[in-house]
């Protein structure tokens, strides 16, 4: 079974890890978990080892405290351990998605030995505004009271394209209704007090792959294309039919775009 469970300082983890060769580490988005990557992880896996875990709080891993933060910080160091626990210590390709990309940002400041190359999707360098952050407060509080299953219920289509299917809403329902509520409230209060990195993107030194789901309405492609801009080595795809969830949306575009990148990247 490619799911196993680790035990970190801070408690269980859900790890999918599968495969051998160059290890590839997927980074989910919020408030989601391995689950997001279906379209990646056995593909992937013939021809990578590929880890996925599931984050503090999401998915099969522990939970924390109703009143917890989590900050990118504290998953950019738990990304790190579960390196260390796999015995991983050479460089290893990241790939996070929205969320994800904001832990990978900040991993980029404190791990950057251990990247050996960035593949940011559907995500931004920018901190919350004012509103924004008022609203991760109100989604703490209201998930807290109501349950997950509320806001798996309420987050409705503006992560998708128009015209996705159901059985992919069903399946991010899914995902976020069984994240704990106690989870979804400290990421999200840890989201509102995140730093932004666009002032390093220029400090980035390994090869970067930006992503961007043609329909993206929260990341969307012209500032995922500026954002690329500022990195030195970087390349930018938009991929078509796709919104915020654009692995999930459009598998085969996507995986294609970061094949041939980690080809590239290989071959030096
Ligand atoms: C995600 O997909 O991880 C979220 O859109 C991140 C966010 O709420 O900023």
Redesign the pocket.
Known sequence: MPLKTLSLNKGQRQIFDEGEGNPLLFVH????DHRMWRGQLEEFSREYRVIAPDLCGFGGSDSVPEDAVLTMKQFSDELAEILLALGLDLPVHLIG????G?ILGQFQKDHAMRIASLTLC?TKSTA?TEE?KENRFKTARVVLEAGSKLLADTMGTK?FAPDTPEAVLEEMRTMVADASPAGIAAASRG?AEREPFTDRLETFRVPTLVIAGEHDT?SPPAEMREMANQIPQSEFVEIADAG??SPLENPQDFNAALRAFLRRVELG
């Open positions: 988005g919020f408030p989601l998605l929205s969320m994800g904001y559907d919350d924004a992560l989201m929260i915020h969830m």
